[in-house]
């Protein structure tokens, strides 16, 4: 099946800095949301996005449903050793409840 | 509390030997859906189904079987597990509804075939 692009891989930040991570996408996507998995825990929803243009934010995060509905952002201020995990993108077409996932940014934080 | 459970959330077994992973939604979500999660694959649907009696297959449902015989719950069979399927499973539910595609997943069962 189809994975969505998310960038960057991995990344190292001293604590305090702020973090930008994005996914693309060739198809168009209805709905984008964003997930935090802690080590050995299951995903947990961070960010849903519901319109083309749409910014949310929550707490120190703050996502961006692409203009042209191919791509999301997501970026978190000022970052804490707590924000340490694997942040995953995922998408959804029209007219189906299936998610389509990146691959994940695995995020580590030095304080 | 608003929740998806699994059990067993670790499981340590034999090729061949039949298992069921349980997991069990409390929202009244129509959707549900079972992953797996493998190293540099990231997630992959194996079953979903979309209500009682609805189910279909994912990306990777080989080896795989489900059953919906409530909307609360959404058990994952393997009738006879290989090592190849040794990862970790996770569930997920969402209500399906137009304003809320929000998919809220389990804790994991990390699984090992041996």
């Known amino acids: 099946g189809q994975q969505l692009n998310q960038s960057p891989q991995s990344m190292f930040i001293q604590e305090g800095e702020d973090v930008s991570m994005n996914c693309t996408s060739s198809?168009?996507?209805?709905?984008w949301l964003w997930y935090k998995q802690d080590p050995g825990e299951g995903p947990v929803l961070l960010i849903a996005?519901?319109?083309?243009?749409e910014l949310t934010s929550n707490g120190r995060l703050t996502a961006q449903f692409g203009i042209t509905r191919k791509d999301s952002f997501l970026n978190i201020s000022a970052s804490i050793p707590s924000d340490v995990g694997i942040y995953f993108c995922?998408?959804?077409?029209?007219?189906?409840?299936?998610?389509?996932f990146g691959k994940g940014t695995k995020l580590t934080v030095n304080p | 509390e608003a929740q998806v459970t699994q059990n067993p959330r670790y499981l340590i077994t034999v090729t061949g030997k039949k298992l069921t992973v349980t997991c069990s939604q409390n929202m009244n979500h129509e959707y549900m859906s079972w992953y797996r999660q493998d190293p540099g694959l990231g997630l992959r649907q194996i079953y979903y189904?979309?209500?009682?009696?609805?189910?279909d297959k994912g990306d990777v449902p080989e080896g795989y079987k489900v059953s919906r015989k409530e909307k609360r719950n959404f058990p994952l069979i393997l009738e006879s597990p290989s090592p190849n399927q040794t990862s970790l499973y996770f569930c997920?539910?969402?209500?399906?509804?137009?304003?809320?595609?929000?998919?809220?997943f389990g804790p994991g069962t990390r699984l090992t075939v041996t």
């Open positions: 997920a539910s969402s209500s399906g509804t137009a304003d809320s595609y929000e998919q809220y």
């Open positions: 995922a998408g959804r077409r029209g007219g189906s409840e299936k998610l389509v």
């Open positions: 198809s168009i996507f209805n709905t």
């Open positions: 189904s979309m209500n009682v009696e609805v189910t």
């Open positions: 996005l519901y319109k083309a243009g």
